[in-house]
């Protein structure tokens, strides 16, 4: 049996580095190291070709392509252009009247094409260059394949390819990270839920089975493949859940510590971390109010955000421009690699984590693994991996986050009813092992259920 693992995305965008691209990389590395029994071959889906992967990153001494550096800078310039229309916006409030709103939101997003359309081609071209064409080669499927799908596939345009692979006898499992454009869209670009929606139709009619991150995840795919295919084939599927490891893989990589990071911790004063992408979701509005509650009371406390800028994040930024905190008790780091989210994570008083929604909550492991406890919002997955050993506030008011992080100060005992010095969790050795086994596991059963027929036909 060969185990055929998609990282076409993470392939294609190597100086991307937020969960999925962590799991994807860490799961390989993994693999190709273990005694596991099965070939595990990752693999590319690009112009309807499938191709082995060579090499999944760059050598870590070659530069970045010039596409891929003027790419990365449209990127920026992108983020500015957005921040300073917020700005605008908050200036010069009759551009936000009911008559002005949506034609000067319009013509904003029309001359925003003169960043992201060259941006799309820098990396188009990216994709195409010589470097990048030797890290993969051509290969075909072979009887008895299984065909995992651990990238973040619905990016892709990729259907005809892979059920080509399956109508030659592959098997295939999807890796589901969560279902949040689809179960809470108001936290996603339209883009990106009418993509994933697609998606999603698609992976319940034709995967044979489903490996999830979180027993939470996997309870809502189960009800999401019944709601469309009815209960009766929903049960032909098969459904798992497999944990994250924490590790993070790219601090010997990226060695370099950015010195701004060592100037968040220079002062006495604790400093509580949030570890995420910018976007609605992540809910970096009610952090704010709530630290700017504490501010207000007079309370010495530093913020420190860390994560790249997402969709849907225009307002929050701008706000947080024009923050009269920061750089004094407002810290925030759009492009700080592993060595120094690593630094930051060995130094802060605790992680500050206020997500609507989440599949795991990666950053959460991550901080409490390293000693740091983690203040997190009341939801169903939090509860499922941080257990006793977190502390829960509740989203309907700021005031409940502005409570824990006063009485942690005033006290310097961390809420939680548990020590997080018994606190234990899996590596990512561990993790993908975990998804190895239920992997193979699932594809063992599916062989099982083919072969009942023939047997009976007999």
Not at 138 to 148: N, S, T, Y
Request: glycine share 6%; charged share 25%.
């Amino acid at each position: 049996m060969r185990l055929l693992i998609e990282c076409t995305y993470v392939f294609e965008h190597p100086d991307l580095n937020s969960g999925i691209q962590r799991v994807v990389r860490n799961v390989i590395s993994e693999l190709q190291r273990a005694n596991a029994g099965c070939e595990c071959i990752p693999v590319i889906m690009q112009e309807g070709q499938l191709k082995r992967v060579i090499s999944l990153l760059p050598p870590a001494s070659q530069p970045l392509s010039w596409q891929r550096k003027w790419a990365q800078r449209l990127d920026r310039l992108r983020l500015r252009y957005w921040g300073a229309y917020s700005a605008l916006i908050n200036r010069a409030p009759v551009l936000a009247s009911t008559a002005l709103r949506w034609p000067f939101f319009t013509f904003c997003r029309v001359l925003n094409l003169s960043i992201t359309v060259p941006l799309r081609a820098f990396l188009w071209l990216d994709r195409r260059n010589v470097a990048a064409l030797q890290r993969s080669e051509p290969m075909d499927i072979a009887e008895g394949d299984v065909f995992l799908l651990l990238d973040s596939s619905w990016h892709l345009d990729f259907y005809d390819l892979a059920e080509r692979l399956k109508a030659r006898g592959a098997s295939i499992i999807s890796v589901v990270y969560d279902l949040i454009p689809l179960m809470q869209p108001q936290f996603c670009d339209a883009g990106l839920t009418r993509v994933f929606e697609r998606w999603f139709d698609w992976v319940a009619k034709t995967a044979d089975g489903f490996l999830c991150i979180s027993r939470t995840v996997e309870d809502d795919v189960r009800h999401a493949v019944a709601a469309r295919l009815g209960q009766e084939l929903a049960d032909s599927r098969q459904f798992e859940h497999f944990y994250l490891g924490s590790e993070l893989d790219l601090t010997q990589r990226d060695p370099e510590l950015d010195s701004e990071i060592e100037t968040v911790f220079v002062s006495n004063e604790p400093v509580y971390l949030m570890v995420s992408t910018i976007e609605p979701r992540k809910n970096h509005a009610y952090l704010l109010d709530a630290f700017e509650r504490i501010w207000a009371r007079g309370i010495k406390a530093r913020l420190c955000i860390i994560g790249k800028v997402g969709w849907k994040s225009e307002e929050l930024i701008g706000r947080i421009q024009r923050h009269p905190q920061l750089s004094r008790q407002l810290f925030v780091f759009n492009q700080l690699n592993d060595s120094g989210l690593e630094y930051a994570y060995a130094r802060a008083s605790a992680l500050v984590f206020p997500s609507h929604a989440e599949g795991f909550g990666l950053p959460m492991v991550e901080a409490m693994q390293r000693g740091v406890p983690a203040m997190v919002s009341d939801i169903p997955v939090f509860r499922e991996i941080g257990g006793d050993f977190a502390a829960y506030f509740d989203l309907g008011d700021p005031e409940a986050l502005a409570k824990l992080v006063e009485g942690h100060i005033n006290s310097g005992v961390f809420p939680a009813g548990k020590s997080l010095a018994d606190w234990r969790w899996i590596g990512w050795r561990e993790a993908s092992l975990q998804l190895l086994d239920r992997t193979l596991s699932i594809a063992g059963r599916i062989e099982q259920a083919d072969e009942k027929p023939a047997l009976r036909r007999a």
